[in-house]
Nanobody, 121 residues
Framework: QVQLVESGGGLVQPGGSLSLSCASS????????VAWYRQALGKQRELVAD???????QYADSVKGRFTISRDKVKDTVTLDMDSLKSEDTAVYYC???????????????WGQGTQVTVSS
């Protein structure tokens, strides 16, 4: 069973920075896509940033220029660096990895349990 574990959430003042990290409990044979989503209270989950297997990255308009997604293939982690945080960035952040656990497995989505980010003074 693959488990994704996020870390790095917390409380930060507006204008501050946080870095979220996501690691897998087991190595995934083929990783096709990694992404960060967020869900604010009372709202639908939305895509924040994602990266495909060839490194193409896309960001939600609301975070462009402030957030950076990256992947460390050696450490097998995915990071979301968040700068110039705003109160509207407050949400639970989830990482998603899409890939094959082994060559024989189908590609599936693996989700983390979520980490709370609160931007408040």
């Amino acid at each position: 069973q693959v488990q994704l574990v996020e870390s790095g959430g917390g409380l930060v003042q507006p204008g501050g920075s946080l870095s979220l990290s996501c690691a897998s409990s087991k190595r995934i044979f083929n990783l096709y896509r990694v992404a960060w989503y967020r869900q604010a209270l009372g709202k639908q989950r939305e895509l924040v940033a994602d990266m495909n297997s060839i490194g193409t990255i896309q960001y939600a308009d609301s975070v462009k220029g402030r957030f950076t997604i990256s992947r460390d293939k050696v450490k097998d982690t995915v990071t979301l660096d968040m700068d110039s945080l705003k109160s509207e960035d407050t949400a639970v952040y989830y990482c998603l990895w899409n890939g094959r656990r082994t060559p024989e497995d189908p590609a599936v989505d693996y989700w983390g349990q979520g980490t709370q980010v609160t931007v408040s003074s």
